[in-house]
Nanobody, 125 residues
Framework: QVQVVESGGGLVQAGGSLRLSCTTF????????VGWFRQAPGKEREGVSC????????YYIDSVKGRFTISRGNAKNTLYLQMNSLKAEDTATYYC??????????????????WGQGTQVTVSS
């Protein structure tokens, strides 16, 4: 059984930093694309960033480019999201997503994912 567990959320002032972690159990982590989504109250869940199973390709939404960095620690079955220069509009619940299909691309992650329970990020202005 696959489990996805996020950690690292919290309350931070605007301009500050947080690092989210996502640890997976029950699959060979380095065979799967993984990513982060977020959902703010009253809004739809949006994809924030994704990293290919190879680690060679990364993707970001425009609003976080240059501020967020996604990385994977395959030896630890863990995905990271380093978030710098945080803004109030980054406030949301952040979800880790692990692709269900081995070696498939980030483009199909949203509709083919194992999801974590989410971790809250609150940025005060």
């Amino acid at each position: 059984q696959v489990q996805v567990v996020e950690s690292g959320g919290g309350l931070v002032q605007a301009g500050g930093s947080l690092r989210l972690s996502c640890t997976t159990f029950g699959l060979t982590f380095d065979d799967y694309a993984v990513g982060w989504f977020r959902q703010a109250p009253g809004k739809e869940r949006e994809g924030v960033s994704c990293i290919a199973y190879s680690g060679k390709s990364t993707y970001y939404i425009d609003s976080v480019k240059g501020r967020f960095t996604i990385s994977r620690g395959n030896a630890k079955n863990t995905l990271y999201l380093q978030m710098n220069s945080l803004k109030a509009e980054d406030t949301a619940t952040y979800y880790c997503a692990v692709h269900r299909v081995r070696q498939w691309a980030c483009t199909s992650l949203r509709s083919n994912a194992y999801w974590g329970q989410g971790t809250q990020v609150t940025v005060s202005s």
